[in-house]
C-alpha cells in the first residue's frame, strides 16, 4: 500500500463546476496535510495546508481533513479552465520534516 | 514567485558521470529539502538539510549527497549518473519547524 493514495485522473469537469479531489493516506502520526498544483512542465505551487480536523477554506478552494478516516481532499468552487493542473497531495513523513507526496491527480476543467 | 531558485534549469549529461545542482534558499529559510520527480509521478523525497547539517534521508543510495551553506544554500551532487536518475530535481525551502515547503522551478535532468 503506498503512504499516499490519489487517483490520477483525468477528472474532467466544465467549466464553473466544483472539482473534489481525494486523497488518503496510511500514516495516523501524520500532523500537517498540503495540496500543491503542478503545471506541465512547471514545479509544485502550495495552494493550501490543512493541520486539524475540519475545512479551511481559501477564496475558490477549501481544504477538508479527517484524521480518524485518514481522508483529505480539495474542493475548487466555479473551476476555472487555468485550474488545470496536476494536484499533488502531501503530508509530513516521519522522519523529521520530510513531505510524502501521492501520485497526484490530473484535473482538466473544460470550457 | 517562491523566491527559490535553482540553476541549471536544464542539464544533459552522460551515464557514469557526475553533476551538482545548486539551490538558494527564499529569504529567512533556514531548511533546504530535495526531491526527486520522475515523468508522471509524485516527488520523492531524497535529503534535506537544516542549518548545514543532514537532518533525514530518503530511500536514495550514497552516490546522491549534498551540502548546505552558512547563507543556507545548498548542493545536490550525484555520482555515477545512471539512465533512470534522468528527472525533475526540486529543491525546497522552508523555516525550521513549519513545515510549510516552497519549492523553485526545478532542474530537469537528463542522462544519456
Known amino acids: 500500500q503506498k503512504e499516499v493514495e490519489q487517483n490520477s485522473g483525468p477528472l474532467s469537469v466544465p467549466e464553473g463546476a466544483i472539482a473534489s479531489l481525494n486523497c488518503t493516506y496510511s500514516d495516523r502520526v501524520s500532523q500537517s496535510f498540503f495540496w500543491y498544483r503542478q503545471y506541465s512542465g512547471k514545479s509544485p505551487e502550495l495552494i493550501m495546508s490543512?493541520?486539524?480536523?475540519g475545512d479551511k477554506e481559501d477564496g475558490r478552494f477549501t481544504a477538508q481533513l479527517n484524521k480518524a478516516s485518514q481522508y483529505v481532499s480539495l474542493l475548487i468552487r466555479d473551476s476555472q479552465p487555468s485550474d488545470s493542473a496536476t494536484y499533488l497531495c502531501a503530508h509530513e513523513g516521519n522522519a523529521g520534516n520530510m513531505l510524502t507526496f501521492g501520485g497526484g491527480t490530473r484535473l482538466m476543467v473544460k470550457p | 514567485e517562491t523566491g527559490v531558485t535553482q540553476s541549471p534549469t536544464h542539464l544533459i549529461k552522460t551515464r557514469g558521470q557526475q553533476v551538482t545542482l545548486r539551490c538558494s534558499s527564499q529569504?529567512?529559510?533556514?531548511?533546504v529539502s530535495w526531491y526527486q520527480q520522475a515523468l508522471g509521478q509524485g516527488p520523492q523525497f531524497i535529503f534535506q538539510?537544516?542549518?548545514?547539517?543532514?537532518?533525514g534521508r530518503g530511500n536514495f543510495p550514497p552516490r546522491f549527497s549534498g551540502l548546505q551553506f552558512p547563507n543556507y544554500s545548498s548542493e545536490l551532487n550525484v555520482n555515477a549518473l545512471e539512465l533512470d536518475d534522468s528527472a525533475l530535481y526540486l529543491c525546497?525551502?522552508?523555516?525550521?519547524?513549519?513545515?510549510?515547503?516552497?519549492f523553485g522551478q526545478g532542474t530537469r535532468l537528463t542522462v544519456v
Open positions: 525546497a525551502s522552508s523555516w525550521g519547524g513549519n513545515t510549510e515547503a516552497f
Open positions: 529569504s529567512g529559510h533556514n531548511t
Open positions: 538539510y537544516y542549518r548545514e547539517e543532514e537532518n
Open positions: 490543512i493541520y486539524s480536523n
